[in-house]
């Protein structure tokens, strides 16, 4: 297969992680006999810096002209410290989900055997937790009207979904969890909010279509407090862009390290794959960041085009390398630790 994909590294420790999941990339290209087009292109505050603007228009013509994107991080302290400032790197995200039509964010959450006891969580809680949250991307308190008004003393952030919207992500929900198994909990705050009272019925007239599916209906505050104390209970659950942001996470603690877990961002005709942690500033040059959340979206985005092979021998030498103490500093727990690099060249000669 020949593949055409959108390298986007972004800020911070993006441009080392993504160097990682590039090698282990090409590896599973040579060992499948496929061949990747890597498209490297600006982004984030990378992008502001050279051009002005966190998601240049050349970036979306090599992201929607590619076949998917593999992304890194988005994110400068300069920026988060500035309350004035009026270009921000994440206005670059938003911008390429909503042009990309990057409505559904699909966040695994999954523990390794070998790292249980790193958790903060007891062995016993999280033993088989293997969930995935489907998160609303386009809609919500991010993309309405805000503003300010009484001279700057009032600030407002409106909250709006569509039907149509709420029924393109259920889909995807239903969808994924006849794969798996077959429980879908719909996360929302019915109890008060209008549009969650959109999502519930809205997903409850969707019941019909998928009668094999078991379907639950939680208060996000609920959810929040079940998944430090049940996790393994669920399966898919399906909800809002700001609830979505706040739980996936909450959940990507479970593992034991943020640096483990990736996601892909989806849509009618192209996906985007990224790891879930952010720019990690104050590791960039260092060669300490851990690539493995990066390499592991890698792995989802060979398994999205039907590779399931490849996205399984990705995951075989993770396994390994956690197993046998390929790691960086972060799941070294004060032991011997490996730089982003040599990770990177060990999951690349052992894929």
């Not at 050279?50 to 994110?75: K, M, N, Q, R, W």
């Not at 009026?86 to 990309?100: A, N, S």
């Not at 990057?102 to 293997?130: C, H, M, Q, W, Y």
């Not at 727990?333 to 730089?339: F, H, R």
Request: aromatic share 8%; net charge negative; hydrophobic share 40%.
């Amino acid at each position: 297969m020949k593949l055409n994909i959108a390298l986007l590294a972004g800020d911070g420790i993006g441009p080392e992680v993504i160097d990682q999941a590039v090698k282990v990339s090409d590896a599973i290209a040579k060992k499948f006999n496929h061949e990747i087009n890597w498209k490297p292109a600006l982004t984030g505050a990378a992008a502001i810096d050279a051009v002005g603007e966190p998601y240049p228009d050349e970036t979306h013509e090599i992201c929607a002209s590619s076949d998917a994107v593999l992304f890194g991080a988005i994110g400068h302290p300069r920026f988060d410290n500035d309350p004035s400032a009026k270009v921000r790197p994440e206005q670059g995200l938003l911008k390429m989900r909503k042009k990309l039509g990057l409505f559904a964010n699909v966040r695994p959450t999954f523990t390794f055997p070998s790292l249980l006891d790193k958790s903060p969580l007891k062995r016993e809680r999280i033993e088989g937790t293997d969930l995935v949250f489907l998160r609303e991307l386009t809609g919500g308190i991010y993309f309405g009207e805000k503003g300010r008004r009484d001279e700057g003393e009032t600030a407002f952030d409106n909250c709006v979904y569509t039907r149509e919207e709420v029924k393109r992500l259920a889909k995807k929900g239903f969808e994924l969890a006849m794969t798996r198994g077959k429980k879908l909990c719909c996360v929302d705050k019915a109890n008060v909010l209008e549009t969650s009272r959109l999502w519930r019925e809205t997903v409850q007239a969707m019941e019909k279509d998928y009668p094999e599916v078991e379907v639950s209906y939680e208060f996000v505050d609920a959810v929040a407090m079940r998944l430090v104390q049940w996790p393994n209970s669920y399966d898919v659950l399906i909800t809002e862009n700001l609830f979505g942001d706040i739980l996936t996470d909450e959940a990507s603690v479970i593992s034991g390290s943020m640096g483990l877990m990736p996601s892909a961002s989806l849509g009618a005709d192209i996906g985007l794959f990224e790891p879930i942690h952010g720019s990690y500033p104050q590791a960039t040059g260092l060669n300490i960041a851990n690539p493995m959340a990066t390499v592991l979206s890698a792995a989802m985005m060979f398994e999205n085009f039907g590779l399931q092979e490849e996205g399984k021998a990705i995951r075989n030498a993770v396994n390994k390398a956690l197993n046998e103490g390929i790691v960086t500093e972060d799941l070294a727990d004060g032991g011997k630790s490996y730089g982003t690099k040599e990770v990177g060249d060990w999951l690349a000669e052992n894929v």
